[in-house]
T-cell receptor
Framework: KAGVTQTPRYLIKTRGQQVTLSCSPI?????VSWYQQTPGQGLQFLFE???????NKGNFPGRFSGRQFSNSRSEMNVSTLELGDSALYLC?????????????FGEGSRLTVL | KQEVTQIPAALSVPEGENLVLNCSFT??????LQWFRQDPGKGLTSLLLIQSSQREQTSGRLNASLDKSSGRSTLYIAASQPGDSATYLC?????????FGTGTSLTVIP
């Protein structure tokens, strides 16, 4: 059974650019959550999508957005990149809504903003 | 504000030793608690999930306990091995969102 797949694994952008990250959940999982991990702040919740609807959102600016498709795959977008956006972005899938289920994580997308 | 604390931040033990990792959280309202390990530069691997109605869960050499009244969870690792070296994170689920601790970095010395 395939796990959670995130692409790309590594990317380098410059300030002001925008980036799109992709996450394919475990087959049959309907919930996808996104997290930002940095050495200083640890793991911080970005948002969760369940059955194509944003179910919950963390405390991040509007530059961070996401969506989920009918096949449960999800994308997150960060516009107008800042140096502080450099981080490991992790996606987690869950069979049911994340708040009631077990989370399974992908390997992450490492974003470096220069 | 939800806070999840893991102490110590780093731990170094000789191979074969039994050890306990601690996780404490504010607010006893908890739906479940999940323990993960993270290897450098990698994603998180789920180790154990404890529902709020349970007191402990076991998987192989790992045993996790949950005490809601005191706001604490512990992860017990028996007979540690060098392959156990990683960062261990706990995450409290409030039923609305997961809140993560900052982790304990474990090094098992051969």
């Amino acid at each position: 059974k395939a796990g959670v797949t995130q692409t790309p694994r590594y990317l380098i952008k410059t300030r002001g650019q925008q980036v799109t990250l992709s996450c394919s959940p475990i087959s049959g999982h309907r919930s996808v959550s996104w997290y930002q991990q940095t050495p200083g702040q640890g793991l911080q919740f970005l948002f969760e999508y369940f059955s194509e609807t944003q179910r919950n959102k963390g405390n991040f600016p509007g530059r961070f957005s996401g969506r989920q498709f009918s096949n449960s795959r999800s994308e997150m977008n960060v516009s107008t990149l800042e140096l502080g956006d450099s981080a490991l972005y992790l996606c987690a899938s869950s069979l049911v809504a994340a708040a009631t289920g077990e989370l399974f994580f992908g390997e992450g997308s490492r974003l470096t903003v220069l | 504000k939800q806070e999840v604390t893991q102490i110590p931040a780093a731990l170094s033990v000789p191979e074969g030793e039994n050890l306990v990792l601690n996780c404490s959280f504010t607010d006893s309202a908890i739906y479940n608690l999940q323990w993960f390990r993270q290897d450098p530069g990698k994603g998180l691997t789920s180790l154990l999930l404890i529902q709020s109605s349970q007191r402990e869960q076991t998987s192989g050499r790992l045993n996790a306990s949950l005490d809601k009244s005191s706001g604490r969870s512990t992860l017990y690792i028996a007979a540690s091995q060098p392959g156990d070296s990683a960062t261990y994170l706990c995450a409290k689920n409030t039923g609305n969102q997961f809140y993560f601790g900052t982790g304990t970095s474990l090094t098992v010395i051969p």
